[in-house]
């Protein structure tokens, strides 16, 4: 991309790229949610400047070097359509900072919103969690963020995909927890044999059939195994909910992400009592299950 020759400051380059953003109708939604935010992230980045600081640096000139490196990296957000965080390889959930590329799905969950203190009324004392299984992993962000809210338990993180799993690995070993967080190729529960757990958490694919056939070009870099749930989105859950007892513990719990198909996972399962848990931005896309409901309530 050719940047025009006026573009001095970053004051500038801010502007231009807010209104190129918008020229070009581009989807947000992977942690960053407008044109100027995405903007201003993607500037900081590219400048080596500190993310929570653009102001005092609005009005400095940009370099030679600096400016083509701008261009050509909203030339790739622009054009093709790339999302930010893929451009940078980086990603945050609160303050935690992720490595990404598109092995794996853009970091973004309910469930982490829920952590560390909103799941206290299913797991009790932080303390008292002994083991937790994150599957389908991804980035190993969430058995991340588990490790750190239950700093006394032994994570599984699962994933089908060994490339997904190539990322986690970085990830847990950026934050030194590889002595905690055993990451593991599996079907969702299919290799992990006679195993337990007191917590089970799931940000499994969702995203229905017809929805995958309307997806924004952004959301078309991101691996298909990892978005498309089935027909109705619930493809994965399914199999969670029929085989998640066998590998709870007596009183343990099941968590999953569902996006918005409440409706679809009632009519499912019209048997078990979802409790659904509010977050900052949603209040039907994660629900909770005790073992003992989920037994009665699929099986019976």
């Known amino acids: 991309m050719t940047a025009p020759a006026e573009l001095e400051t970053i004051r500038d380059w801010l ?10 109708h581009l989807a947000f939604g992977h942690g960053i949610a407008s044109a100027y935010d995405e903007a201003a992230y993607l500037l900081l980045h590219a400048l080596h400047l500190p993310h929570e600081r653009l102001e005092p640096f609005l009005d400095a000139r940009v370099t030679h070097v600096e400016r083509n490196d701008l261009a050509n990296l909203f030339g ?3 054009d ?6 893929y451009l940078t390889h980086e990603a945050w959930l609160g303050e935690f900072r992720f490595y990404v590329d ?12 829920l952590l560390p203190d ?3 009324p299913w ?3 932080p303390g008292s969690v002994a083991n937790v299984l994150d599957l389908c992993t991804g980035s190993g962000c969430l058995a991340i963020l588990l490790a750190h809210a239950f700093p006394e338990a032994e994570i599984d993180a699962v994933d089908l995909s060994s490339e ?14 590889a002595g905690r967080i055993n990451l593991i190729r599996s079907d969702l529960f299919a290799n992990l044999a006679e195993k337990s757990y007191d917590l089970i958490i799931s940000n499994p694919p969702y995203v229905t059939r017809m929805a ?3 997806l924004p070009a952004e959301y078309r870099h991101e691996p298909v195994m990892a978005l498309a749930g089935g027909d109705d989105g619930l493809d994965a859950v399914r199999t969670i909910l029929r085989e998640a007892p066998r590998f709870l513990n007596p009183g343990g719990t099941l968590v999953v992400e569902i996006g918005h198909n409440r409706e679809a996972a009632e009519a499912a399962f019209p048997r078990l009592p979802f409790v659904w848990l509010s977050t900052g931005s949603s209040d039907d896309s994660v629900f909770a299950l005790r073992r003992e409901e989920i037994v009665a309530g699929v099986r019976g």
């Open 15 to 24: 502007r231009w790229a807010v209104t190129r953003f918008g020229a070009a």
């Open 76 to 78: 790739r957000r622009i």
């Open 80 to 85: 093709e359509r790339v999302p930010a965080a």
């Open 102 to 113: 598109e092995r794996v799905i853009i970091p973004r969950s309910f469930i982490a919103e």
């Open 118 to 120: 909103g799941l206290l």
């Open 123 to 125: 797991t009790g004392a």
């Open 164 to 177: 997904a799993l190539a990322v986690a690995q970085r990830n847990v070993s950026d934050y030194g927890l």
């Open 212 to 214: 995958m056939e309307s």
